[in-house]
């Protein structure tokens, strides 16, 4: 598919827009994550993306199928939140967003269900205070596991199927040994799908290469994520890891030289921060040297400035796509499925 896209190109003809898109809807956070790009690197102005913005983003999508509403902040900082997954439900869009629960209050839980939320995804790397503060860098571990609980009764109480509430654990060495305590909160909340997720590094806070478990991990770590594969099948949680691996192979198995190849999102997808500014993936805002090497090599055009359909089809985007078809792609791709996965 990724050669005929690129014949096409070639020939002039233009790429489809994509049908599944982030929008960050907002760069504020309330925590300070020691493996977040936001706590660790420079980044975009603290701002909300308002609705009306937000509008003239979506509205120049003529088909899409899948928004996610995060990028690097805290989702439900933006009071208009609810507003935007009504307006793309109106359209037919699935839609979801990662989350830290520190607002996931009766009101807001209610707003989400009520504006037909798909999927919530709770952000969860440890499991007790101590882990969770050191890691998230904010003692708020209690207070979410409150939250989560009496928004998981809310739903029960109205028999609400949507959303579906899932754990995202980024997995480290620091933090291996805890997974078992989170299935078993998982279990004891009712929640139904936890994911592992690699660690993107960068050689800054706990985002270290020395913590990453891909194809570092010892037996003990890897007889860990078995035994909560088992533990989970047993309990009926679903336990994934991103794109098709299971847990276990997504941190042992291995890449090719090329280890971004196989990869279609230049293709298919596109990352829209509350700025305007248009990135290849989520993967974009992480690991940048400096504010200019961000802007002149991750930025391929800003959508407040030029309609999407110029810079999808535009110079810097078939240039990044250019490039990732060579041996020398974008930096942020050379190192993709080394680092993290697809
Ligand atoms: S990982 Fe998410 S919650 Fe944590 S600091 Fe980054 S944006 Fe905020
Ligand atoms: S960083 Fe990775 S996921 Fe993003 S476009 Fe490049 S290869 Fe694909």
Redesign the pocket.
Same mark, same amino acid.
């Given at each position: 598919m990724v050669v005929s896209q690129i014949s096409q190109n070639q020939d002039q003809a233009l790429l489809a827009l994509p049908r599944s898109i982030y929008i960050e809807s907002t760069t504020r956070c309330n925590e300070l994550c020691q493996q977040c790009p936001r706590t660790l690197l420079t980044r975009e102005e603290d701002r909300d993306l308002s609705f009306e913005n937000f509008r003239s983003i979506v509205d120049q999508f003529p088909a899409l199928e899948r928004v996610v509403l995060h990028g690097l902040g805290e989702p439900l900082l933006n009071k208009e939140l609810p507003k935007m997954i009504r307006y793309l439900k109106e359209r037919g869009v699935y839609v979801l967003f990662n989350s830290n629960g520190i607002l996931l209050t009766e009101r807001r839980g209610q707003e989400l269900i009520d504006a037909g939320l798909d999927e919530y995804r709770l952000s969860m790397d440890g499991t007790n205070r101590e882990s969770y503060a050191r890691i998230r860098g904010v003692d708020a571990f209690d207070k979410i596991w409150r939250n989560v609980r009496a928004f998981i009764d809310l739903q029960k109480a109205q028999q609400a199927t949507k959303p579906v509430v899932s754990l995202w654990f980024t997995a480290m060495h620091e933090n291996i040994p805890e997974l078992p305590q989170l299935v078993d909160l998982a279990s004891n909340a009712g929640i139904p799908e936890i994911y592992l997720q690699r660690l993107v590094y960068f050689e800054e806070g706990l985002a270290q290469s020395k913590q990453s478990l891909f194809r570092r991990s010892s037996r003990e770590e890897q007889e860990i994520v078995r035994q909560c594969e088992e533990t989970c099948a047993s309990r009926g949680i679903r336990f994934k890891a991103a794109g098709t691996a299971t847990p276990l192979e997504s941190i042992v198995r291995e890449t090719d030289s090329r280890p &971004?190849s196989g $990869?279609n999102? %230049?293709y298919t997808l596109t990352y829209i921060t509350s700025s305007g500014n248009v990135l290849?993936?989520?993967? !974009?805002p992480f690991g940048h040297r400096s504010a200019k090497e961000y802007r002149e090599e991750r930025v391929l055009g800003n959508i407040f400035q030029q309609s999407i359909a110029e810079i999808w089809n535009g110079d810097r985007y078939n240039e990044f796509r250019r490039a990732?078809e060579s041996d020398h %792609? !974008?930096r942020? $791709?050379s190192q993709?499925?080394l680092n &993290?996965s697809?």
């Open positions: &971004w $990869c999102r %230049p290849s993936c989520c993967f !974009a990732f %792609p !974008a942020h $791709c993709c499925g &993290w697809y």
